[in-house]
Nanobody
Framework: QVQLVESGGGLVQAGGSLRLSCTAS????????MGWYRQAPGKQRELVAR???????DYSDSVKGRFTISRDNAKNTVYLQMNSLKPEDTAIYYC???????WGQGTQVTVSS
């Protein structure tokens, strides 16, 4: 059974930092393009960051320069380091195995002003 489990969300003040983790079981993330997505209340889910198998990264304009996506294949985990957080970053964050279409359950990030 394949599972992606996100963790690391929480409540933080504007300007603060959080690191999200996405750990997989039943599948090797090293084989996949991995994405972090987020969905704010009343809005569509949007791509935040993506990392390829060769560790090429891409970011949405709204997070570029503040967020960093990385992977640790030995731990079968993908990370999202989020710095200089803003209230508009508040959302549920999901990781996605873009090759096989697996999603995690999401982790809530709330940024207070």
């Amino acid at each position: 059974q394949v599972q992606l489990v996100e963790s690391g969300g929480g409540l933080v003040q504007a300007g603060g930092s959080l690191r999200l983790s996405c750990t997989a079981s039943g599948i090797f993330l090293s084989f996949s393009v991995m994405g972090w997505y987020r969905q704010a209340p009343g809005k569509q889910r949007e791509l935040v960051a993506r990392i390829t198998r060769g560790n090429t990264v891409d970011y949405s304009d709204s997070v570029k320069g503040r967020f960093t996506i990385s992977r640790d294949n030995a731990k079968n985990t993908v990370y999202l380091q989020m710095n200089s957080l803003k209230p508009e970053d508040t959302a549920i964050y999901y990781c996605n195995d873009e090759n096989f279409g697996y999603w995690g359950q999401g982790t809530q990030v709330t940024v207070s002003s």
